[in-house]
Structure formats: C-alpha cells, structure tokens
C-alpha cells in the first residue's frame, strides 16, 4: 500500500511563492505518474499538473502554466509543487496523487489511485 504524505502550503501574499511537497511510502512510486490536484471549498476537483515518471514530461492547467513547475525526485520518492507568482484565485486545498496504471500522463482523476491528506493554500490580496 502506498502511503503519501504532503507538506509545505500555507498562508502567503499575492505574488509571493510556496513549495508543496509530496512524499510516498510503503511503496516506491517511481514506476508512475504522479499528479497534482486543487479543490476550492463547494467546487469540483481542478487538475492542476502532472509529471511522467520520468520526469521529463509535464502538464499544466493553463491558470498555471508559467507560474507552477511540478518536478519530482525519484531517488527520493517525491514530487514538488513549485508555485510562484501567486493570485487570490489559488486559494485552494492542494492534493497529490499517484496514477499506478495509466503508465502515461492522464488529468482524469478517476485514474489516480492513491492521494495525499491534501494541504491548505491561501493567497491574500
């Protein structure tokens, strides 16, 4: 069973920066995609980012792209959330997830098998 673990979010100024990170244990998570999803309180689910297992490939929802940069490590078994040049319309819970199955980048959470706590981001204006 795969365990993961996020840190990192937090209370920040617009136009300021966090890091979230995810860690994965019981099992290495090396082999899949991993994911990044965000959930503002009454709205459905958002896909935020995603990394192949290489590493070498990502995607972006466009609110982020050229402000977010998701990366991972797998030596280490995490992935990161870079987020900079933060706006009010970030707020959200952040979670991470891992895809077991799909063995290429998919934004269908449905594929996701295994999530994170999730962790609270807010940006003030």
């Known amino acids: 069973q795969i365990q993961l673990v996020q840190s990192g979010g937090g209370l920040v100024q617009a136009g300021g920066s966090l890091r979230l990170s995810c860690a994965a244990s019981?099992?290495?998570?090396?082999?899949?995609?991993m994911g990044w999803i965000r959930q503002v309180l009454g709205k459905e689910r958002e896909f935020v980012a995603a990394?192949?297992?290489?590493?070498?490939?990502?995607y972006y929802e466009d609110s982020v792209k050229g402000r977010f940069t998701i990366t991972r490590d797998n030596a280490e078994d995490t992935v990161y959330l870079q987020m900079n040049s933060l706006k009010p319309e970030d707020t959200a819970v952040y979670y991470c997830?891992?895809?077991?199955?799909?063995?290429?980048?998919?934004?269908?959470?449905?594929?996701?098998?295994?999530w994170g706590q999730g962790t609270q981001v807010t940006v003030s204006s």
């Open positions: 019981g099992r290495t998570v090396s082999p899949y995609t």
């Open positions: 997830a891992a895809d077991a199955h799909s063995g290429g980048i998919t934004t269908l959470m449905r594929r996701y098998d295994y």
């Open positions: 990394v192949s297992w290489t590493g070498a490939t990502a």
